[in-house]
C-alpha cells in the first residue's frame, strides 16, 4: 500500500488566464510550471482547487492536463486533479489525463445532492476501474461539500486496487490520527490545509499539497525539511513565520490570493474567473507586506 | 416589487433519463409537464434542483429548457432554474432561457471557492443586466456552498430592477421572518424547504416550490388552499397527513426518491444520473407504502 | 397522556433582587406574580431560565419557589423550573415544589460534563420515583448543553408515569414535528422559542412558555387567541407585530432584556446577577421603542 | 507576562467519594495526589473538570480545595479550578484557594445565558481584584457553554495584572496558533484538550493539563520530554502509542473513564456523581485492555 511516489511539497499551479479574451494561457502555465521546479517543488498536482478546475470547460480542461504534464516532462511527478458533478466525466478526465502521461489522479467527489457513502464508493470504483495510474481520495467537504470519512477512505484504500493516498483538506487534525490508526500508519496521507502544515507533519503527513510554493517556495521546503530530519523546534519556527501568509491565502480563496500574490511578485498571471474577483487593494497591501517580510 | 405572477405550488419535474443511452428523455419530460399542469400545479419550474439540472451538459440543458417551455405552452407561467459555477455560463443560461420564453429565472449562485457579499451581488448584477425578465433570488446553503443573508437578499431586490422575489431553502422559518421585516412584508418569498411547507405559509409565503407534486399534487394543494383561506386548523391535519412523504423526498435527495416515486406511481421516469444510484428496495417499499396511504 | 392543566400563555417571572443587598425581592415577586394573572396568564412558571433558577443558592430558591405558589394561591396552576448539575439536589428541588404545593415541574438535565442517553433518563427517572405530580420533559440545548432527542422524550413519556408534557426550546420547529408524528399527536408540546410562536403553534402546540407577558401580555394572548380559533391570517399579523420584541428579549437574555423592559414599563425590579450584567443604555432605548409602538 | 511556574504535565486528579454515603473521600484523595506527585508530574490541579467541581456543594469543595494543596505541600505547584455561575461564588472560592495556599487559579466561566465579552471580562476582572495570585483563563466551549476568542484572551492577559496563563480545551489548533500570534510567543499556553497533546507541543504549548497521569503516567511524561527536546520521531511514536487511551478518556466523560482506569490499576476510587453513572463493562473491558497493552 506504501507510496513512495510523492513526498514533500506537491505544489499547486493556478490556471492562468489571458487578459484580452480570458481564455486559458498555457505559455504562462508552462514558465509558471518550471518555477515551481527550479524553486524545489518535489510534485506538481495542476487542476487542484488552485487551478480553478472547477471553472474550465472540458476542452481547456484537456488542454491544461496535457500541456501540464508534457511541461513538467518528468522531472518530478505529476497527480491530477478529478472532480466533476458527474461520474461519466469524471471518467473520460482521469483517461484523458492517464493517457496524457500523468503519474496520478486525486479525485474529489463533489455534490450538488449530497452522496451517501455507497455513492461515493461507486463513484470511485467506477473511476478505479477505468485507469491503471494511481488514485489519491481527496477529503474537501469545505469545497466539495462531500465530507468522506476516515473509515470509508481506508475500505477504499483496502478494496479497490489503485487508491493508495490520501489527501485530507479537513483541517482536522484528528481526522489524520484515524487514518493513522485504522491503518497501523500504513496509508500514507497528505495534508491539504495550510495552517495545518506543522501539526500534519508532526502526525507523520508523507507531504503538503499546497498553493504556497507559487509565492514563498523556500519557507515550505524549509518546513518540510525540519519535519523530515525530526527537527521540532526548527520545524515550529520556520512555520510560525509563514502562518501568516498560509492563513491569508486560505481565508482569501486560494485562485485569488495567489494570482494576486504572482503578480505582487512581478509574475503577471491574470486574475480569476468570476464569480471570483480578484483581490481587493487592502488585501493587495496586506499581502505586499507579508511577502516582503518574508521574501526580504 | 409586489410579483402576483408566481404563487401557490410551483412543481419541479424531474429530468428523465433514456434507459438505453442515458440521454435526456424530452417525450417523457413533456408528457410528465401536462400531468402536473393537469394535476393543478400554478406553475412550473425546469431545471432545478429536483431536475438534475447540475448534472446535464450545456445542450442537454438547453434541450430541456426550450422543451419545457414549449410543452407548458403559457398554460401556467415557468421558471427556469439557473445556477452555474461561472457567471459566464449562468448568463449564456438565463439569456437562452428568457429566448426560450420563460417567465422568470430562478438563480442559485454556487460555489467551489465560497464567493464573498461583493462576488454574490456582482453575479446576480450581470445576470439581471443581460435579461429582461424577472429574477428570483434563491437560497439553498446546502446544495450550493453559499448562504445568502437575509439583508443582501433585500439589498439586491431593492438595488437590482429585475429581482423581484426570494426562494428560500435554508429551512429556518426566521429566515423568512427577516425578509417579511427587511421588506415591510413587500418581498414576495417562496418555501423551498418540504417539511417547512405548513410553517412557511403560517408565515406569509406567497409559494411553494416543490416537487412533491410529481407523486402527491392533490395534498401540496389541499395545503395551500386551507393556508390561503386562513384555515389553520385544517392546514394542519393536510400538513402532517403528508409530512412523512415530505420528509422522506428531501432526505433520500429528491432526483432519487421523486424518480423512484413515479414509478411506484406506475410513470416510468428512469433513474437519476450517477454518482447519484437509484433508491434501494428498501427506501421503494417504505416509499410504496407511504403513498399507498395518502393516495389510496 | 393528555393534560389538560396547562395550555395557552405560561408566563415566566423574572426573580427580582434588592437594590441595597443583592438579595431576592419577595415581595416585588408577589406583585409581579399579580400583575401576570390579572394580564391574563394561564399559567405561572417561577424559577425557569428567566428567573434566573441558576443563579440562586438553595435558601433562595426554596423561598422563591414557596413564596411564588403561594402567591398564585390556585388562581392558575403552577409549573415550578428545576434545573441542576446534581441529581440528589433536583430530587430535594422536586420533592420541596411538591410539598410547597406545586402542580407540577418541568425538569431541564444540565450538564458540565455532557451526559447519555441512558444517564438522562435516570436523571428523570430518580425524580419522577421521588414525587407524584406532573414533570414536564424540558429539552433547551443552548442553556444546558444537552440536546434530548424526541425519541428519548417520547420513550420517558411512555415509560415514566408522570411525564406527561414536553417543553421544545431548541427553536427547530422538526423537533415539534418530530413529537406529533412519534406520539400521534397524543403528546402535548409546549413552545420554549420566543420567535416560533406563530409556528409552533401551527405545528399543534398546546402553549406557550414564555417570558413576554412581563412586558406585552395583550400581544401573547392575542397570537394564542386566534391560533386557537385556527385563524391563521390574524395569527400572522399580531405575531409580525410582536416579533421585534420576542427576537430583541431572547438575543439579550431573558434576565437581562425583561428586567430592562419592567424598568422601562414603570415595574422596578432590579437587575440580574453578576456575571449577567444590565442591559446598556442602546439596548434600553431600542426596547423602550418598541414597546412603545406595541403597547402605546 | 512569561511565567515558569507552571509547565510540562500539569495532572488533573478526579474527587473520590465514599462508597457508603457518597462524600468526599479527602484520604483516597491524599493518596492519589501522592501517587501523581510520584509518577513525575510537573504540577497538581485539583477543583478541575476531571474533579467533578461542577458537582460538589461549596463545603465540599473548600475541604478538598483545603486537603488539596495541604497534601501537595509545596512539592509541585498547585493550580485550583474555579468554575461558578455567579461571580460572587467564584470570587469566594478563588479568595478562599488563595488563602489556602494555592500558586494559581484556572478560570472558567460557565454560563447558563451566554455571557457577551463585556461580562467575561468584568468575571475576570472582578476575581482579579479580589486575589494575588496569578490566574490562568481556561477556554473550554464544550463544557462551559462559553468561547473565549483569543483576541479577547489576549486583552484580558494585557489588562489584568493576575492573568498570566492561558488553558485551551476547544481541540482546535488554530486557536494556540492565534494566540502565538497576538502575543508575539509571549502568552504560555497550555493544551487541555488529550488527543491534541502531540500537535499542542508542537505549536509551542508550554504544558499539558491532563488527567492521564491518573492512569499512563509514564507515557505522558515521555511525550512532554520529547517534545522538549524537539525530538519529532519520539514525540509522535509516544504519542501514536497512548492516542487511544486519550480518545477515550475523553469521550467517555473524564470523571468517568478515569475512576474507572484508577479500578482497574487497581486503585479503588469509586464512582461519580449522579447523573453521571459508572463506566458499563464494554467500556471496562475495552479500557482494561488498551492498559494493558501500554502499563504492561
Known amino acids: 500500500m506504501s507510496n ?10 493556478i490556471t492562468p488566464f489571458r487578459a484580452e479574451d480570458g481564455g486559458v494561457d498555457l505559455e504562462t502555465l508552462g514558465r509558471l510550471i518550471d518555477r515551481l521546479i527550479q524553486d524545489g517543488s518535489h ?19 484537456d488542454e491544461v492536463a496535457e500541456a501540464s504534464v508534457a511541461q513538467v516532462a518528468n522531472r518530478v511527478p505529476v ?11 469524471a471518467v473520460r478526465r482521469a483517461k484523458f489525463a492517464e493517457k496524457a502521461g500523468a503519474d496520478a489522479v486525486m479525485v474529489l467527489p463533489i455534490s450538488y445532492w449530497k452522496l451517501s457513502e455507497r ?3 461507486q463513484h470511485y470504483q467506477t473511476i478505479c476501474e477505468a485507469i491503471s495510474i494511481p488514485v489519491m481520495v481527496y477529503n474537501n467537504p469545505v ?12 475500505r477504499m ?11 485530507e483538506s479537513s483541517g482536522d487534525i484528528q481526522r489524520m490520527h484515524k487514518l493513522y490508526h485504522l491503518s497501523d500508519g500504513e496509508i500514507p496521507f497528505y495534508n491539504g490545509s495550510n495552517p495545518l502544515a506543522l501539526e500534519a507533519f508532526a502526525a507523520g503527513a508523507t507531504g503538503w499539497c499546497t498553493a504556497a510554493p507559487n509565492l514563498i517556495p523556500e519557507w515550505t ?17 520556520v512555520f510560525y513565520k509563514q502562518l501568516p501568509v498560509l492563513q491569508f491565502i486560505l481565508k482569501g480563496g486560494l485562485p485569488t490570493t495567489i494570482k494576486a500574490g504572482l503578480q505582487i511578485c512581478g509574475f503577471e498571471a491574470g486574475i480569476p474567473r468570476h464569480p471570483l474577483l480578484p483581490l481587493d487593494s487592502a488585501g493587495q497591501n496586506e499581502l505586499a507586506e507579508m511577502l516582503k517580510q518574508l521574501n526580504g
Do not use: H
Open 79 to 89: 497527480v491530477v486533479g478529478i472532480s466533476d458533478l458527474t461520474t461519466m466525466n
Open 43 to 61: 510534485a506538481i498536482a495542476p487542476l487542484g482547487s488552485t487551478g480553478e478546475s472547477a471553472y474550465l470547460n472540458d476542452n481547456e480542461w
Open 4 to 13: 513512495t511516489l510523492f513526498k514533500g511539497i506537491i505544489s499547486y499551479p
Open 119 to 121: 455513492e461515493i464508493f
Open 157 to 167: 484504500v483496502k478494496e479497490l486496487d489503485n487508491v493508495t493516498m490520501v489527501k
Open 221 to 237: 521546503l524549509r518546513l518540510y525539511e525540519a519535519s523530515v530530519a525530526g527537527d521540532l523546534i526548527q520545524a515550529r519556527e
Open 143 to 154: 469545497t466539495s461539500g462531500i465530507d468522506i470519512a476516515p473509515e470509508l477512505i481506508v
